[in-house]
């Protein structure tokens, strides 16, 4: 009877031995840690999937609060900036500073100013929309927004004149890449030549 189970399991192992590995379709993941490659149908884990039933909750009530005071929407806008209880989000943050800033609250003014002068990830400067915002919020006694003010101005004339150079050798820029610098190869009856 030993005998036989040994039989068995050396058959059993040579047979899983010979059988080839199964190919699945793999994907390399790199981060901080390195890489590796994983199985195309494994989940990666998320800190952000499934969330916190009561951090939703208390974003959802933040957000009833903001749709009616400003106050309410800074915070908000601040928290999606940081990413302080709910994901950080440039665009969400941006949206809900904008909300309070247009119904007169001075810190939005002043953060959406910052936001548009200095970008805001994804988002590149726009020094004459921060000229907008921080005029505003200066015109209500903030220190800050006025000296922002100044460079926003600055940037915003920087902004003008490099828009005006551009806009003046743009057509003899066309006229060099439409006529000015050759083809390297040309198309003949046998294919492509090159020079």
Same mark, same amino acid.
Request: net charge positive; charged share 25%; glycine share 10%.
């Given at each position: 009877?030993?005998?036989?189970?040994? *039989?068995?399991?050396?058959?059993? *192992?040579? !047979?899983?031995?010979? %059988?080839? #590995?199964?190919?699945? #379709?793999?994907?390399?993941?790199?981060?901080?840690?390195?890489?590796?490659?994983?199985?195309?149908?494994?989940? %990666?884990?998320? &800190?952000?999937?499934?969330?916190?039933?009561?951090?939703?909750?208390?974003?959802?009530?933040?957000? *009833?609060?903001?749709?009616?005071? #400003?106050?309410? !929407?800074?915070?908000?806008?601040?928290?999606?900036?940081?990413?302080?209880?709910?994901?950080?989000?440039?665009?969400?943050?941006?949206?809900?500073?904008?909300?309070? =800033?247009?119904?007169?609250?001075?810190?939005?003014?002043? *953060?959406?100013?910052?936001?548009?002068?200095? =970008?805001?990830?994804?988002?590149?400067?726009?020094?004459?929309?921060?000229?907008?915002?921080?005029?505003?919020?200066?015109?209500?006694?903030?220190?800050?927004?006025?000296?922002?003010?100044?460079?926003?101005?600055? !940037?915003?004339?920087?902004?003008?004149?490099?828009?005006?150079?551009?806009?003046?050798?743009?057509?003899?820029?066309?006229?060099?890449?439409?006529?000015?610098? &050759?083809?390297?190869?040309?198309? =003949? #009856?046998?294919?492509?030549?090159?020079?």
């Amino acid at each position: 009877m030993k005998l036989f189970f040994v *039989a068995l399991v050396a058959l059993s *192992a040579s !047979a899983f031995a010979q %059988t080839p #590995p199964v190919n699945i #379709p793999t994907v390399r993941i790199c981060d901080d840690s390195g890489c590796s490659d994983r199985p195309r149908n494994s989940a %990666t884990f998320d &800190p952000n999937a499934g969330g916190d039933a009561d951090a939703e909750r208390r974003i959802k009530s933040l957000e *009833a609060i903001a749709a009616k005071d #400003p106050r309410a !929407a800074y915070d908000l806008g601040l928290r999606f900036f940081r990413g302080d209880g709910v994901k950080q989000d440039s665009y969400q943050a941006l949206k809900w500073m904008r909300d309070a =800033g247009e119904r007169g609250d001075a810190r939005a003014q002043l *953060a959406v100013g910052r936001f548009y002068l200095m =970008g805001l990830q994804e988002m590149g400067s726009d020094p004459a929309e921060a000229e907008k915002w921080l005029a505003m919020a200066a015109s209500r006694g903030d220190g800050e927004a006025a000296k922002l003010l100044g460079q926003a101005q600055t !940037a915003k004339k920087t902004e003008r004149d490099y828009y005006n150079w551009r806009q003046a050798n743009k057509q003899s820029w066309y006229g060099w890449w439409y006529s000015g610098y &050759p083809y390297y190869s040309y198309w =003949g #009856p046998a294919g492509w030549y090159y020079r």
